[in-house]
């Protein structure tokens, strides 16, 4: 039953990875609906690497503990997205934030990317990194880190007074 429940998450993620999560149904509209979506598809690719190690190392996981700590970094990245979002949301989604939205999303998710590209790298059994690099990443790491051009805009907000530094602030 395992075995067939990392398969079909393999094929989720490897799906979710071609297609960028395009296709996924996710809550939300406008520009923070894409972040819940590549929300979604690392979410694949972590279930299926978490199956993967369980099954492949099983109790030598825990003697891997750099492996361990590496998933962990990516829930713990997709959390603080998926919180991001949330609090976004919760605020009535002000389009005036998005850029501290993005800047947010884009960082956390990259981070997310890099930590499963360590746990692949690292991982002790070669030939099975291989094949989920295949399943995880078939079109390479695609997610990049914030671009400078938003750094004056989240400058802008923080510094002068209003709406936006209020939520902030609170």
Not at 144 to 157: G, T, V
Request: hydrophobic share 45%; charged share 20%; with cysteine.
């Amino acid at each position: 039953g395992h075995i067939g429940f990392t398969i079909s998450n393999a094929a989720r993620a490897f799906i979710m990875a071609l297609t960028f999560a395009r296709f996924e149904s996710v809550p939300g509209t406008g520009p923070a609906r894409r972040y819940y979506q590549h929300i979604e598809r690392f979410s694949a690719s972590f279930a299926f690497a978490t199956d993967v190690a369980m099954l492949a190392l099983g109790g030598y996981l825990k003697k891997k503990e750099s492996i361990s700590a590496r998933l962990g970094d990516v829930l713990s990245a997709m959390y603080l997205a998926s919180m991001v979002l949330k609090h976004h949301e919760d605020q009535g989604s002000p389009p005036e934030d998005l850029p501290i939205v993005e800047w947010s999303c884009r960082e956390l998710l990259y981070q997310a990317q890099e930590q499963l590209h360590n746990v692949l790298r690292n991982f002790p059994i070669r030939w099975l990194a291989a094949l989920m690099r295949l399943m995880i990443f078939p079109r390479g790491q695609t997610y990049f880190a914030p671009s400078d051009r938003l750094n004056p805009k989240i400058a802008e907000l923080v510094m002068n007074p209003g709406e936006a530094r209020e939520r902030l602030c609170h």
